[in-house]
């Protein structure tokens, strides 16, 4: 094909080159779709803080692993804010609990919609349904508050 | 692992509240994503949760990124660690089989996944080096790295350059390839790995269980 002897390295690196390429063109589309998607949020968290998740019972002693059971009893997690924490039970459905206690509105939101919303009393108190498998976060918002938990699987 | 130039600019621009810029941060490193998600063999509904899940953390942190030029180690971190939480919580579900030595099993799996993942890291270090060159070079390099490949005569049709220089300005643009700080970075951890003695060799065959 050509009279230049290339340099030792070149083919590899050329084909390496072309295993690169190939390799983004096979990403489904609906990734990218998603990951587009994500940005969405951006503008939905202004002005809302990000509660610190600082308690999840399926967690052990892996901080990561959120898909882990304990052997029984609900899950509970607990995220922790500066005006407003929320405290949650997840078994069947979604008891969940504002602290300070008082009366709020509470969304639980998935990646690309609404799931449910619920209003807490005065205790603070909600109950939502349970969402099945993917990222959720719930939002609440009272007279003083707007906080938001990061996303997490229930 | 890498550097990029308009990186720190993508970053900015995106955490300003720019769709486009972040849509172009989603265009570069997508492929390391989904890539991560094949090094360790995740069906494609897992690999779309991870995907998700990175994606709307990095929306998360888009601020609090410390060093917007360290991007693509965060993602890439992000993703192994999903992915290995995803990979553990399936492994506990499966039935355990008491003669099954499974720790064992696990170890030559993750060395898999390792060497899977440096070949992952490199040819993103690829892509992001061939962003950093003058659009011709791309260009060509591009053509040249098509599969099936093109010949020469093609390539000269597409580029109008003449078909003997075809040969010299491929090496050319290959040695300015090397030289892009992408893959500048990637070449030097790797050259710092082979000097201390370099754990492991990623085109070394690996034997594969199951």
């Known amino acids: 094909m050509s009279a230049h002897p290339p340099h030792n390295g ?14 983004a063109r096979a990403v489904p589309e609906s990734m990218r779709v998603a990951a587009r998607a994500a940005f969405a949020w951006r503008s939905v968290e202004e ?12 967690l052990g002693t892996d901080a990561g692993d959120v898909r882990a059971a304990p052997p029984d009893g609900p899950r509970e997690l607990a995220f922790r804010g500066a005006a407003l924490s929320v405290e949650l039970e997840v078994d069947a459905d979604v008891r969940g609990r504002l602290v300070p206690p008082g009366p709020g509105r509470v969304t639980l939101a998935g990646p690309l919609a609404v799931l449910a919303e ?3 009393d005065a205790l603070g108190c909600f109950r ?14 009272t007279e003083d508050a707007a906080v938001t938990t990061g996303w997490v699987r229930l | 692992m ?42 494609r509904s ?36 999903e992915c290995s939480r995803l990979t553990r919580a399936g492994r506990r579900e499966q039935p355990v089989d008491p003669l099954t030595d499974r720790t064992l099993d696990a170890a030559v799996d993750d060395e898999v996944v390792e060497a899977e993942l440096l070949r992952v890291e490199r040819q993103q270090a690829l892509r992001d080096g061939l962003a950093q060159l003058r659009p011709a070079d791309r260009r060509l390099l591009e053509l040249l790295a098509e599969d099936p490949p093109r010949t020469y005569r093609e390539i000269s049709e597409l580029t109008g350059m003449p078909i003997g220089s075809i040969g010299p300005t491929r090496a050319r643009c290959l040695e300015r390839l090397r030289e892009t700080p992408a893959v500048r970075a990637l ?9 201390t003695g370099g754990d492991r060799d990623e085109r070394a ?4 269980r199951r």
């Open chain 1, 10 to 23: 070149d083919d590899p690196l050329l084909a390496e080159l072309a295993e690169a390429r190939s390799a």
């Open chain 1, 47 to 58: 002005g809302l803080e990000l509660l610190v998740l600082a308690h999840d019972s399926a």
């Open chain 1, 118 to 120: 619920a209003e807490a």
């Open chain 1, 128 to 141: 939502l349904p349970r969402p099945g498998c993917g990222q959720v976060r719930l939002v609440c918002r």
């Open chain 2, 2 to 43: 890498l550097v990029d130039d308009d990186v720190p600019q993508l970053v900015t621009a995106a955490s300003r509240g720019d769709q486009g810029a972040w849509n172009a941060i989603v265009d570069r490193y997508l492929p390391l994503v989904y890539s991560v998600t094949r090094a360790y063999r995740l069906a």
């Open chain 2, 46 to 81: 897992d690999a779309e949760d991870v995907n998700q899940t990175v994606w709307l953390r990095l929306v998360e942190h888009l601020d609090h990124l410390r060093e917007p030029r360290a991007l693509p180690k965060w993602i890439l971190t992000t993703a192994r660690h």
């Open chain 2, 187 to 195: 070449l030097a951890g790797e050259s710092a790995a082979a000097h």
């Open chain 2, 205 to 208: 065959p690996t034997a594969q």
